[in-house]
C-alpha cells in the first residue's frame, strides 16, 4: 500500500504581523512550522502504515525552504519525501496549488500506484479548505472529508469505511480505493519522533521536484498565470474596545441571575427591547 501525504510549511500564526502600511503579512523573523491540521492526517497515515505496511510520501509544494518541513515529517516517520519547488509557482493560489500538486501525484502514481491520498482539511494561513478537494476533483479521487475515524481498511478488496463529521451527527461511509481523506483536528495526537528516525531525517535528501519533473506542459495552470484569485485586502483582526462585565447576584437561584442578565442588555441595547416590544404589541 502507498499513501501520500500533502503537506504544507507555514508561517507561526501567533507570531504573524500586518504591515501597518501595505496590508501584507510580514513573515520576517516569523518561524516556519508544518501546517497543524496536515499532522492528524500524517499521523493517520503513518497508524495505517503500521497497521498494513506500505510506504508513506509525503509531499508539499513551496520554496526551497520548505524542505524543513518535510525532513520533520520523515523524523515522524514518513519513507519518501518530494518537494515541487520552480519559480513558476510563485504566487499560486489553490487553483493552481492543486494543479500542480494533483500533477506531482501523478508522475508518482506512474512508478509506484498510489492507494490513499491524505491532506490537512484546511491551512492555518489561508483557511480556504479548497487544496485538498481541488486535488482528489482532478484526479478524481473519492473524496472524504471531515473524518474523525477510520474504521476499516481492507488492502485485498481496496475498501475503506470511515466515520465522518456531519451537522447533527457522524455518517459512516464506505467507499473504493484510491481516495482523498482529510482528517478532523483532534482525531489523533502526534506520534513523538524515535532517535533513529530524527538521525534519518537529518541525512535524507529531499527531492526537488520543478515543473518539469512533476509532469507539467502548461504553465499557464501554475503560478500566477493559473491563479484567478486576486487578494485586495490583508488586515488584522481590531482589538476589542469593551471589556467583558462581571455580574454578581446575592442570591443562589440562577433565576435571579438570568433576570439580571436579561435586565442589563435591555439596559445597554435599547433598540432590543423596542424591537420585543413591537412584536409583542402585534
Known amino acids: 500500500m ?9 508561517p507561526d500564526s501567533a507570531q504573524i504581523r500586518v504591515h501597518p502600511v501595505t496590508n501584507t503579512i510580514m513573515r520576517q523573523g516569523v518561524p516556519a512550522i508544518v ?19 506500505g510506504r508513506v510520501t509525503v509531499i508539499t509544494m513551496g520554496p526551497p525552504q520548505a524542505d ?12 519518501d519525501a518530494i518537494l515541487v519547488t520552480d519559480r513558476a509557482f510563485a504566487g499560486a493560489d489553490t487553483l493552481a496549488t492543486s494543479f500542480a500538486l494533483a500533477s506531482a501525484i501523478t508522475r508518482i502514481h506512474e512508478t509506484h500506484a498510489v492507494d490513499v491520498v491524505f491532506a490537512g482539511k484546511q491551512t492555518i494561513d489561508g483557511d480556504t479548505a ?18 474523525s475515524k477510520i ?53 535524507y535528501k529531499v527531492q526537488p521536484w520543478d515543473r518539469v519533473a512533476a509532469g507539467i506542459e502548461d504553465v499557464s495552470k501554475i503560478g500566477l498565470k493559473g491563479s484567478p484569485t486576486v487578494v485586495s485586502k490583508v488586515f488584522a483582526p481590531q482589538p476589542r474596545a469593551t471589556r467583558a462585565q ?10 435571579d441571575l438570568s433576570i ?7 439596559t445597554q441595547h435599547q433598540k432590543i427591547a423596542e424591537s420585543l416590544g413591537h412584536r409583542a404589541d402585534r
Do not use: W
Open 68 to 79: 524543513a518541513a518535510l525532513r520533520k515529517c520523515i523524523s515522524f516517520g514518513a519513507d
Open 260 to 266: 439580571t442578565l436579561v435586565s442589563r442588555i435591555f
Open 130 to 147: 479548497q487544496v485538498g478537494p481541488g486535488v482528489a476533483k482532478r484526479l478524481n479521487l473519492q473524496l472524504l472529508t471531515y473524518i
Open 35 to 53: 501546517n497543524p491540521y496536515d499532522l492528524f492526517s500524517l499521523e493517520e497515515a503513518l497508524r495505517l502504515k503500521d497497521e498494513h505496511g
Open 151 to 203: 474504521r476499516a481498511l481492507d488492502v485485498v478488496s481496496k475498501t475503506i469505511e470511515v466515520e465522518r463529521r456531519a451537522e447533527g451527527g457522524v455518517e459512516v461511509l464506505r467507499t473504493q480505493l484510491p481516495c482523498l481523506i482529510t482528517m478532523l483536528e483532534g482525531t489523533n495526537e502526534m506520534r513523538f519522533a524515535t532517535m533513529d528516525n530524527m538521525f534519518r531525517a537529518a541525512r
Open 2 to 10: 502507498h499513501i501520500v501525504v500533502c503537506i504544507k510549511q507555514v
Open 246 to 255: 462581571m455580574i454578581q447576584t446575592d442570591g443562589d437561584d440562577p433565576r
